[in-house]
């Protein structure tokens, strides 16, 4: 993780991002720009919440394991996100595990300069309005998927949703199958149908190459 303090790349994210009247001389002062390379965490279920932090450039996988050590995906972030908001507004330690997916930037607020500069910022609290929206939304399709969709719908946009800019996706068999909840031979199948209706192919260990992202696109919906 590499962590600086570069006013004018705070200043285009936030002028990006429309937060710009949050940044009083006082939280600039506190403010960092993150990075994380691909891989490293940036926090884990348990960890006490010190910073708030807004995902502004890259991807990061949230997710959770049970006691039985089942890995559960609840989110891959994309910018805007915040991350720590619920925490913050609850006063509790992280509720999930969150490790970048790609390099990722992320701008960082110190909880007590939240605390004492942006607890009467109306900005502040409608960007965490809205990012509660997109994750309840996000949330409630999801598992409205999970209940009526078919396994092909259900990995169609599980694909979607971890493709990157070159149509490139990272890929753990295992993983997908517990967070479907489709049984790893299932899984070997629909990459198969795929692959024969050329819609994917397998680049390398772990890599799959969406060859048809429109048609892929198609199999999300009923």
Known sequence: ??????LAR???YAERLGFTDMLTPEVEAGARIVTYQAGQMIMETGDAIHHILILVEGSLRVYSISERGKLGIVALAKPPQLLGDIEYMQEVNALHSVRAETKATLISFPIADVQNYLSG????YRMICNNLIDKLYKTSGDYSRT???PAKNLFARYLLDRMDSECLVR???SEASQ???ITPRHMSRLITALEQDQILRRERTKVLRILAPDALEELTYL
């Open 1 to 6: 993780m590499q962590s600086e303090h570069n």
């Open 10 to 12: 705070l200043r285009q």
């Open 121 to 124: 910022s109306i900005t502040f």
């Open 147 to 149: 209940l009526l969709y």
């Open 171 to 173: 890929f753990s068999a």
């Open 179 to 181: 967070n479907l909840g």
